[in-house]
């Protein structure tokens, strides 16, 4: 009985620790940081996407975000995205991907588990959008391409897109 037992311990424990594992490991927010020369930073928090761009078509004109959790923006100082200025703060970011262009969407809440609400969008601006050699699972990075300017590229499955985030001095 009693190695009966230990046995039973040792296959649940071989196979429900992976699974836990993988748990805590989808549930921790990704982050990319871009520091501006000034030292001040753009950063967004978001959630892993495992989804396979070759089995999930995204829905065309229709707001998403990875993993069905909207991004966060944190961000030290002013930025202009798309002609708006945004001020320091916390923000929410959504996407919604279109057949020729995407369009990046900073709102106001960020309070977890709120619905989305159009009415407290800051900006919505268009990303530059381009094709991918091959299909690409999610990615998100920000890059400083200058002094002031910080870059925020997504891949996913064939498209690339990005949009730029000036610091205002």
Same mark, same amino acid.
């Given at each position: 009985m009693y190695w009966q037992t230990v046995r039973a311990v040792v296959i649940f424990a071989w196979f429900a620790v992976p699974v836990f594992a993988q748990q805590a490991s989808a549930s921790h927010p990704l982050?990319?940081?871009?520091?501006?020369?000034?030292?001040?930073? $753009?950063?967004?928090s978001y959630s892993a996407f495992p989804d396979d761009p070759k089995k999930r078509e995204l829905e065309r004109?229709?707001?998403?975000?990875?993993g069905n959790q909207p991004m966060n923006l944190f961000i030290d100082g002013s930025v202009s995205l798309g002609g708006t200025t945004i001020p320091p703060g916390a923000y929410s970011l959504h996407l919604i991907p279109s057949k020729d262009?995407?369009?990046?969407?900073v709102n106001?809440?960020?309070?977890?588990?709120?619905?989305?609400?159009?009415?407290?969008?800051?900006?919505?601006?268009?990303?530059?959008t381009g094709q991918l050699p091959?299909?690409?699972p999610f990615q998100? $990075?920000? $890059?400083?391409?200058? $002094?002031?300017?910080?870059?925020?590229?997504?891949?996913?499955?064939?498209t690339g897109v990005w949009a730029e985030f000036n610091e205002q001095k």
């Open positions: 982050n990319s940081t871009c520091t501006f020369e000034d030292g001040k930073e $753009a950063r967004i004109d229709k707001m998403w975000t990875p262009k995407w369009t990046l969407v106001k809440d960020v309070t977890p588990g709120h619905e989305y609400d159009p009415k407290q969008d800051l900006v919505r601006a268009p990303m530059e091959g299909s690409q998100l $990075a920000f $890059a400083r391409m200058k $002094a002031t300017q910080c870059s925020l590229r997504i891949y996913y499955g064939k």
